[in-house]
Every structure is written in structure tokens, then in C-alpha cells.
């Protein structure tokens, strides 16, 4: 690899690697930065719900933006955008400001995902296009997992602000490394398409708040959400009778659907979004609020997943071209599927050791998929469409994450309700078991605090059942994905790189 190839993926990659890791590692210090911005748990998550939003509603812009003004410029805009938005949310002294500055923060960020996965794309010859996408989908895959122990090391060494500061000199050096080093693409005339523009931005940002809040508030039992869903239903049917049947120039092509291959690709993120990201997240919350790990510790036990997800897109990178695509996302289908069944017989008996190796099968899983699946979404397309298909795949990342969290979070929060619907019924004067249980703590069942201790116990098992069937729902996510893979189209050969313009 020449010292220019490497210099600029460096410079991509720290862009991609400050934007993805924004996404969770300020997840841990929300209940620091409440009680600082004086806001209540339930507004402390637009500080969430904002970033999301703003990121993708822009995300789809990608390919109109960079053929405007250029790949080079355009990122440059968002590299220095996001550090100064960055430097403003740890300045901030209200919930309002800190809301302002992360939507702002999204608006800056959304397209360095996609930027960046065009340019590696473009640097690296046709052949060694997985190498380029192994390089990219560990900083997309490894930053997120780690983003919560960094964060939560942040916020008890230092203070939640350098949770924002943390970007600064990343965001710098990425800077000056792509002024010198990111190739340019060639600008050419491209209309604007304002209703195609307006109505999938509103489509998105209404979808994106009925994901992100829904379970906080209660999905449709929120008439705020009942309006938004409504909202983004309308909104999505509109954008593509509207862009399907107009004589207008399109925001974006929706043909490159026809793509079969970039349309198997975009299914089996939208369901990884469950299996993997709304896994991850049940997760941590098994740790933290089941087991009673502190927050830097869970996130340690949760390392082992990132490190085998990084070695393995690193062995996967070296032999993609040699190895059947198909055949690493079997392979990683199966290392999900073993690691999310080991994940279905937890209980609150296990200790640390427990958590390693179902922890490391999903991440060599994770690592023979997104390499491979990010790929095959390419390989067939044209090369004129690659900033455009990248923009379009990210926000289909971005919004199958925020599915997959909402839909596990969800079910484990309907099932804890259900299971302790049926188990409190056994809290009675009449139950053996209940009174063995309590003889030691020299109480009865005609105690309260008799009956408050066995509410509590049946409240543990119900969400222990709970944890369990939601990893069940999240096995048979992968066990799903199986059936797509037989619609794959193997190229003769690799596609061509997308054409770059000289600078």
C-alpha cells in the first residue's frame, strides 16, 4: 500500500471513527450531564433523539451534496463542523443549547460514514475492494462497542464534556490529513429536488422519534408519537410515488434497488440492526441493571466482542478475495446464531467468564458479516452511483440500528410485564416455597417487608425470563437472515473503481 493510500485512510478513517463513536459514547454520561444542565430523565434523551435525527435526515444528501462540490470540500465542511459543534456541546450550559449543538452535531456528521466508504472505495484498486471495506467497517463496528467504555471512562476521570472535547484533536489531525491527501471528484450540475427533499426528510425525522422515544413513552399511547408515526407513513408513501412517477430529476435513484445485490445487502443490515445492535444494547442493560456492574466495568466485559470483531475483519480483509463472499457471512451467521444461543441460558448466577465467549462469538460473527455484506452491496453497482448508494446504505445502518434497539427494548419491557403478571400470582400465605424462602430472613408472608422482599425476587426472575426470551428473539433475527443469501449474484468480476477526478 503507497504512503499516499495510507494517509488518506487514516484521514477517513478517524473522521468515521469520531462520527460513529459520538452515536454511543455519550450514551453513560446522560444521567451526569441531567443533573449539570438541570433536565429531567425524560428530556435528558433529546440530547439523543436530536443527534439521530438530524443525521438521517441529512445522510440521503450524501451523493447530491458531493456532486455539487465535491467530495474533497464537502468533507472538509463536515470534518470542521462537527469539531466545532463538537467544542460547543461541551461548552454548553442549558439542556437547549446542548440540544441545539447536537442536532447541529448530526447535521454536520451524517454524511463522514458515507464519504468515507465512497473514498476507500475510490483509493483502492477494484481487487482489493474488500481489503478497503475491512479497513472501513472497523472503525464503523469496533467504535460504537467501544464508545460506551471510553465514555464511561471519561465521565468518572474527568467530566462528561470531554465526551465532546474527545473530538477535537481526532477531528484536527483527520483535517489537515485530507486537506493534503483525499482525492477529489469532479463537480457536475445537479438540480435540486426541494418536495423530493422535504418529504423524506419529514418521512425520516418523524420515523426516527417513533423509534427513538417509543418505549419511553409508551408507543402509541403517546399522542405525539401516534402523530409522527402517521406523519412518516404519509411522508414515505408520498417520496416514492412521487419519485417513481415524476418527470423532476429525483433527490436520489431509487433503481439501484433493482441491484439485487445491494438489496440483499440492505436487508441483511436492517436485520442485523435487531440481532446485533438491539443485542448489544439488551446487553449492557443486563450488566448494568441485572447484574449491578458499574458502567466502565460493564463495558469491559463487553471488550472481548470489539477485539474478536477487529481480528477477525482483519483475517477477513486479507483473504475476502480469495474466499467466496457468501461463504464468510454463513460462516458468520452461525458464529452469531452460537453466540446470542449461549447469550438465551444466563441467569444471575453467571460471573465474568461466563460472558467471554458467547461475547466473542457475536463479535467474530459481526466480523465475517459487515465486511463481507458491505462488499457485496457494491460490487455489482456502477460506478457513477457510488456516493449516492453509500449515503442511501448508511442511513439504512443508521435506521436498523435504531429499529433494533426499539424492537428488543420493546419486547424485553412487554415480557418482563407478562412474566410477572403470571409469577406474582405466587406470592401467597399458602405458597411452601414462598415461606422456606423467607423462615432464614426470620419473616412471614403476613410481613410487609416479607412481601416487598418476594416482590422484589419475583421481579429479578421475571426480567431474568424476560432477558432470556429476548435473546431467543434476537437468535432467530440471524436464523432469518439465512434465506437472503440464496438471492446473492457472484460477479464475473470485481466491479470497477469508482473514477476519480485529478486534483
Request: net charge neutral; hydrophobic share 55%; with cysteine.
Amino acid at each position: 500500500m503507497n504512503a499516499n493510500r495510507v494517509l488518506t485512510s487514516i484521514a477517513v478513517m478517524a473522521a468515521t471513527i469520531m462520527q460513529v463513536l459520538d452515536t454511543t459514547i455519550v450514551n453513560v454520561a446522560l444521567p451526569n450531564m441531567a443533573g449539570q444542565l438541570d433536565a429531567t430523565p425524560d428530556n435528558i434523551g433529546w440530547v439523543l433523539t436530536s443527534y439521530l435525527i438530524a443525521s438521517a435526515i441529512i445522510m440521503p444528501l450524501t451523493g447530491y451534496i458531493t456532486d455539487r462540490i465535491g467530495q474533497k470540500r464537502f468533507l472538509l465542511i463536515s470534518i470542521a463542523g462537527f469539531v466545532i459543534t463538537s467544542m460547543l456541546c461541551g461548552m454548553a450550559t442549558s439542556l437547549f443549547q446542548m440540544v441545539l449543538f447536537r442536532f447541529l452535531q448530526g447535521v454536520f456528521g451524517a454524511s463522514l460514514v458515507p464519504l468515507s466508504q465512497s473514498i476507500m472505495l475510490q483509493i483502492f484498486p477494484a481487487e482489493q475492494r474488500g481489503k478497503a471495506m475491512a479497513i472501513w467497517s472497523m472503525g464503523v463496528m469496533v467504535a460504537p462497542i467501544l464508545g460506551p467504555t471510553l465514555g464511561g471512562w471519561l465521565t468518572e476521570v474527568i467530566s462528561w464534556r470531554w465526551t465532546f472535547y474527545i473530538n477535537l484533536p481526532v477531528g484536527i489531525a483527520s483535517f489537515v490529513l485530507s486537506m493534503s491527501h483525499v482525492p477529489d471528484t469532479a463537480v457536475r450540475e445537479r438540480r435540486m429536488d426541494w418536495m423530493g427533499f422535504a418529504t423524506l426528510a419529514l418521512g425520516i425525522g418523524a420515523l426516527q422519534l417513533v423509534l427513538d422515544r417509543g418505549n419511553q413513552d409508551d408507543w402509541f399511547s403517546s399522542q405525539m408519537l401516534v402523530i409522527a408515526a402517521l406523519v412518516a407513513t404519509a411522508s414515505f408513501i408520498f417520496f416514492i410515488i412521487y419519485t417513481l412517477t415524476g418527470k423532476h430529476h429525483p433527490l436520489f435513484d431509487l433503481r439501484i434497488f433493482k441491484d439485487r445485490n445491494y438489496l440483499v445487502a440492505s436487508l441483511v443490515m436492517t436485520a442485523i440492526g435487531v440481532g446485533f445492535f438491539g443485542g448489544m444494547f439488551l446487553q449492557s442493560l443486563f450488566l448494568q441493571n441485572f447484574l449491578g456492574y458499574p458502567t466502565f466495568e460493564a463495558g469491559l466485559y463487553m471488550a472481548p466482542r470489539g477485539l474478536a470483531s477487529l481480528l477477525v475483519m482483519i483475517f477477513v480483509g486479507k483473504f475476502i478475495g480469495k474466499i467466496p463472499l457468501r461463504n464468510f457471512i454463513f460462516v458468520g451467521i452461525f458464529a452469531s446464531i452460537a453466540g446470542n444461543y449461549l447469550m438465551t441460558r444466563f441467569t444471575s448466577d453467571i460471573t465474568a467468564n461466563d460472558l467471554i465467549v458467547p461475547m466473542m462469538l457475536q463479535g467474530m460473527g459481526m466480523g465475517l458479516i459487515f465486511v463481507p455484506i458491505s462488499t457485496l452491496a457494491f460490487t455489482t453497482l456502477p460506478k457513477e452511483a457510488a456516493a449516492e448508494a453509500a449515503g442511501i446504505y448508511s442511513l439504512i445502518r443508521s435506521m436498523g440500528s435504531a429499529l433494533g434497539i426499539s424492537t428488543l427494548a420493546t419486547y424485553f419491557s412487554r415480557d418482563t410485564q407478562q412474566n410477572w403478571s403470571l409469577l406474582r400470582g405466587e406470592i401467597t400465605p399458602f405458597n411452601e416455597a414462598l415461606q422456606t424462602y423467607l423462615a432464614p430472613l426470620h419473616l412471614g408472608t403476613h410481613d410487609p417487608q416479607g412481601i416487598a422482599i418476594a416482590a422484589k425476587a419475583v421481579l429479578h426472575q421475571a426480567q431474568n425470563i424476560a432477558y432470556i426470551d429476548s435473546f431467543w428473539f434476537a437468535t432467530l433475527n440471524f436464523v432469518m437472515m439465512l434465506p437472503l443469501l440464496l438471492l446473492v449474484r457472484t460477479p464475473k468480476k470485481p466491479a470497477a473503481a469508482p473514477a476519480v477526478a485529478a486534483e
